[in-house]
């Protein structure tokens, strides 16, 4: 259900020139994985309690600046939106 969210709102931003994504799934796919895969394998070791909303957003940031790198028109609107 998120995921159909998150292609639902991916389609959105390439309908307003936002983004270049030839594949939306699979866009969808890796924009969870970046997002995740730090705060998922430290909970999973070293427990939730090693999670905090600091690591949470160092994380998230990384993760859209990677997707925009790749899937970015070159526009900073979408990256500062995310700071």
């Known amino acids: 259900m998120l995921r159909q969210q998150l292609i639902g709102y991916l ?14 799934e699979l866009a969808a796919d890796q924009l ?3 997002a995740g895969v730090t705060i998922h394998d430290r909970a999973l070791f ?6 905090d909303k600091e690591l949470l957003r160092k994380v998230n940031r990384s993760a859209v600046a990677m997707f925009l790198s790749c899937y970015g028109n070159g526009r900073n609107a979408l990256a500062e939106a995310a700071e």
């Open 11 to 24: 389609e959105r931003c390439i309908e307003r020139g936002e983004l270049r994504i030839p594949d939306l």
């Open 32 to 34: 969870i994985e970046l």
């Open 46 to 51: 070293l427990g939730p309690q090693s999670v």
